[in-house]
């Protein structure tokens, strides 16, 4: 089992440009969520899918939009990216009853920089 | 507003000392609450967990007390070691929810 995974791991963009961020989970969870990491900000919600053919915002969907592709996959656009969105990416993704209360799978990240 | 809320940004720790991360949350709705460790350049991982039920949960090394009436949880690590130098996230949900709420983090340094 891979888990989570996301794609790319890295990522640098002008002001303006547009790119997808890519997840995938394979442990057949209902739940995917994307979050941003930021300094002293911890971990804030962009979008969720509490099951697939469902999306909702979270805290900070301004900019960001998703599609839930199919149960596997969750992707994160950014339409036209700005500075303000340089951060960290993380894709989570939570069973019925997965793990204790909860819990949510986080996968590796990815880093993106808008220049 | 941040329903959950970590106040110390760092805390420093010798090594085979207890490590005390403290977390505080406003919603009265929450009633399951998570720790994650994070290393740099990964993931978040699930640490331990309790429910509103409870007010002691432990695993190990790590013990997780809820005080609902203050709205305050607290991981006790015991003894630290150095592997145990990350960012730690306290997280907290509604049992109808499918979101949680992240504290701001706390970076742990165990020191030898």
């Known amino acids: 089992n891979a888990g989570v995974t996301q794609t790319p791991k890295f990522q640098v963009l002008k002001t303006g440009q547009s790119m997808t961020l890519q997840c995938a989970q394979d442990?057949?969870?209902?739940?995917m969520y994307w979050y941003r990491q930021d300094p002293g900000m911890g971990l804030r919600l962009i979008y969720y899918s509490a099951s697939e053919g469902t999306t909702d915002k979270g805290e900070v969907p301004n900019g960001y939009n998703v599609s839930r592709l199919n149960k596997r996959e969750f992707s994160l656009r950014l339409e036209s990216a700005a500075p303000s969105q340089t951060s960290v990416y993380f894709c989570?993704?939570?069973?019925?009853?997965?793990?204790?209360?909860?819990?949510?799978?986080f996968g590796p990240g990815t880093r993106l920089t808008v220049l | 507003d941040q329903q959950v809320k970590q106040n110390s940004p760092s805390l420093s720790v010798q090594e085979g000392r207890i490590s005390i991360l403290n977390c505080d949350y406003t919603?009265?709705?929450?009633?399951?609450f998570l720790w994650y460790k994070k290393y740099p350049a990964e993931g978040p991982t699930f640490l331990i967990s309790?429910?509103?039920?409870?007010d002691k949960n432990e695993d190990g090394r790590f013990t997780v007390f809820l005080n609902k009436s203050a709205k305050h949880l607290s991981l006790h690590i015991v003894p630290s070691q150095p592997g145990d130098s990350a960012v730690y996230f306290c997280?907290?949900?509604?049992?109808?929810?499918?979101?949680?709420?992240f504290g701001a983090g706390t970076t742990v340094t165990v020191r030898a």
């Open positions: 309790i429910s509103s039920i409870k």
């Open positions: 989570a993704s939570r069973g019925l009853s997965s793990g204790s209360f909860h819990e949510q799978f």
């Open positions: 919603n009265s709705m929450f009633d399951y």
């Open positions: 442990m057949n969870h209902n739940s």
């Open positions: 997280a907290a949900g509604g049992s109808n929810d499918y979101k949680l709420s």
